[in-house]
Nanobody, 129 residues
Framework: QVQLMETGGGSVEAGGSLRLSCVAS????????MGWFRQAPGKEREPVAA??????????AYAESVKGRFTISRDHVKNTLYLQMNSLQPEDTAMYSC????????????????????WGQGTQVTVSS
């Protein structure tokens, strides 16, 4: 299994940037597909971005609402997943969590909260107008 811990959240003004990090410990990090998700108050958790495992093709996927503004990446040496968030808007305000899933078809499963097996505790992002 793998343990995940996010950092990097905070409060920014609209148009600002933040970089979230998700450090993994435990099992082979590179074997897992990873995803970023967010949940705003009163709303369901939604996918933000996903990235293939280290043994995969390196594919990435993004929610339409963040395409062109957010970038997901991973460092297999540091066992860390990143989410670079630019041009932040108030509607991006949410609790952001990283998730991991391994095995067959993990890239597809990492794009849905229901497909995730391991979760971090989350980090809050607040964007003011």
């Amino acid at each position: 299994q793998v343990q995940l811990m996010e950092t990097g959240g905070g409060s920014v003004e609209a148009g600002g940037s933040l970089r979230l990090s998700c450090v993994a410990s435990g099992d082979s990090y590179s074997d897992y597909c990873m995803g970023w998700f967010r949940q705003a108050p009163g709303k369901e958790r939604e996918p933000v971005a996903a990235i293939d495992s280290g043994t995969g093709s390196g594919r990435t996927a993004y929610a339409e609402s963040v395409k062109g503004r957010f970038t997901i990446s991973r460092d297999h040496v540091k066992n860390t997943l990143y989410l670079q968030m630019n041009s932040l808007q108030p509607e991006d305000t949410a609790m952001y969590s990283c998730g991991a899933i391994g095995g067959d078809s993990c890239y597809v499963r990492a794009q849905s909260p229901r497909g995730i097996r391991y979760w971090g505790q989350g980090t809050q992002v607040t964007v003011s107008s």
